[in-house]
């Protein structure tokens, strides 16, 4: 059973920056992908971004795209997620995401980490 602890949200101005974090335990082998979603209150969980484990390949919401940047360090089984000149509107619960392989979404969940944005 694989686990995934979230950490790195917090409270931060409009313009500012946070860096995410996701580290995962109970692997046995490698994985496909991970990605990061959010979900603001009253609003559907929202895809932001992935990115494949073994050729780094990423891929953005439309939202994000410029301002994020997903990354990852195999040996520490880890994911990041660099949010740079954020917006009141990414305020939201982020989750971490494991995807075990192509042929399935994403399988695990973190619980989430809470990032506020103040104008």
């Known amino acids: 059973q694989v686990q995934l602890v979230e950490s790195g949200g917090g409270l931060v101005q409009a313009g500012g920056s946070l860096k995410l974090s996701c580290a995962a335990s109970?692997?046995?082998?490698?994985?496909?992908?991970m990605g990061w979603f959010r979900q603001a209150p009253g609003k559907e969980r929202e895809f932001v971004a992935t990115i494949n484990w073994s050729d780094g390949d990423t891929y953005y919401a439309a939202s994000v795209r410029g301002r994020f940047t997903i990354s990852r360090d195999n040996a520490k089984n880890t994911v990041y997620l660099q949010m740079n000149s954020l917006k009141p509107e990414d305020a939201a619960v982020y989750y971490c995401?494991?995807?075990?392989?192509?042929?399935?979404?994403?399988?695990?969940w973190g619980p989430g980490t809470q990032v506020f944005v103040s104008s």
């Open positions: 109970g692997r046995t082998g490698s994985t496909y992908a």
């Open positions: 995401a494991d995807r075990s392989s192509s042929n399935s979404w994403f399988d695990y």
